[in-house]
C-alpha cells in the first residue's frame, strides 16, 4: 500500500519504557500506520503491554501486531520485521524512544514525497533526554543541507546521526538496494546502517529541519551502552566493521572496486580505534605518574 506507514521497532524488557512510544504513535496526524513489535526475548511485562495497545490502534484506525522471538537481537528482530511490512514507508524506532511531535510521520512522508523520485530517505532533527525524569540533554543540529550522505554515514562525518526513530525510507527503494529484504545480522549488531548504507548509496535523503523525535539516553539500553571494558570495547568495534563490511558486499549495485576501497577504509578506520583503545588501556594507569613527573619539573 502506497501511502501506508510501516513501523517495525524491537524491544527487549523495554515494558517501563514502550509506553511512551506506543502513545507517540497513536497521536500521530497520518492517517495509515502498521506497526509491528518484536518483542526479543523480554522477561518483563512487554507482551502484556503491547498487547493491551491492540484494540486503542484499531480504534484509531490503525493496526498493531505483537510478534516474539527467543533473544537473537535487534538485527534479528529487524530482519524478520522487514519480512512483514506491506507499507509503502518504513519507520524502525527504538522503544525507549518516542516521536516529540505529533506531525512526525506526516513530515517525514511529505519530505519524501517532496523531495522525488531522486530520494530515498528522509529524517528530521531530534533531542536527547535524560532516562529518569525526561529533561532535556541536547539536540541534533543539522550540519548544512546536504542530501548525498552515503560516506557521512558510512564513517561517522559531519555531523551524521544514526537514530533509527528520526529516519524513514521508501520500501521500493529498500526492495531495490536490499535483495529479499535480507540484511545482515548478529546478536550484538543494530541495524541502522544495514538499512540506512544500501539507500544513501544510491538515492539521496531529505532533512526536516525541525526536532521531532526524543530519544532516551539510557545507561542500560539494549541498543546503547552494551559494551565497557577494552575487550567489549574491541568487540563492538569488530561488531560494527562485520556489519558495514557485510552491507557493502550485498549492496547490489556497487562496483568491486569502490568496494575494495571502501573496505579498505573501514579496515583501517577499525583497527586503528582498536589500537588506540589498546594504548589507552596500557597508558591509562601510567597517567597519574607522568602528571606528577610534569609538576616535578615545572617547579
Keep these: ?6 513501523v517495525i521497532t524491537p524491544s527487549y524488557n523495554c515494558g517501563k519504557y514502550i509506553h511512551r512510544l506506543l502513545d507517540s504513535v497513536l497521536k500521530q496526524t497520518y492517517p495509515a500506520v502498521e506497526m509491528h513489535v518484536i518483542d526479543d526475548g523480554s522477561t518483563d511485562d512487554t507482551k502484556q503491554i503491547v498487547q493491551d495497545y491492540i484494540p486503542r490502534f484499531a480504534e484509531r484506525g490503525y493496526i498493531l501486531h505483537y510478534i516474539y522471538q527467543e533473544n537473537q537481537g535487534q538485527s534479528v528482530a529487524i530482519n524478520n520485521g522487514l519480512k512483514l511490512i506491506k507499507g509503502g514507508y518504513l519507520v524502525w524506532p527504538d522503544a525507549d524512544d518516542f516521536y516529540k511531535a505529533d506531525d512526525t510521520i506526516e513530515s517525514l512522508v511529505a519530505a519524501l514525497e517532496q523531495a522525488g523520485s531522486g530520494f530515498g530517505m528522509s529524517r528530521c532533527l531530534l533531542e536527547y533526554l535524560n ?6 540533554l541536547r539536540e541534533i543540529n543539522v550540519p548544512g543541507s546536504k542530501d548525498h550522505l552515503f560516506e ?13 526513530g528520526a529516519c524513514m525510507v521508501r520500501t521500493d527503494v529498500l526492495r531495490e538496494m536490499i535483495p529479499g529484504l535480507d540484511i545482515y545480522t548478529e546478536h550484538a549488531a543494530g541495524q541502522n546502517w544495514q538499512l540506512m548504507l544500501p539507500v544513501l548509496y ?10 521531532k523525535y526524543s530519544l532516551l539516553v539510557r545507561s542500560a539500553s539494549h541498543s546503547r551502552g552494551q559494551f565497557s571494558s577494552r575487550k567489549q570495547t574491541n568487540r563492538r568495534y569488530n561488531v560494527y566493521r562485520n556489519t558495514i563490511l557485510a552491507t557493502l558486499q550485498h549492496i547490489p549495485t556497487m562496483p568491486a572496486t569502490e568496494l575494495k576501497r571502501y573496505a579498505k577504509q573501514i579496515n583501517s578506520h577499525y583497527n586503528h580505534l582498536i589500537f588506540r583503545n589498546n594504548l589507552i588501556f596500557i597508558l591509562g594507569p601510567l597517567v597519574p605518574t607522568i602528571q ?3 609538576k616535578f619539573f615545572k617547579r
Excluded: I
Design 152 to 164: 557521512d554515514c558510512l564513517f561517522g562525518t559531519n555531523g551524521f546521526w544514526y537514530c533509527a
Design 1 to 6: 500500500m502506497p501511502g501506508l506507514v510501516s
Design 292 to 294: 606528577k613527573v610534569k
Design 131 to 136: 532516562e529518569e525524569d525526561l529533561s532535556y
Design 202 to 211: 544510491q538515492y539521496r535523503c531529505a532533512t526536516v529541519p525541525e526536532v
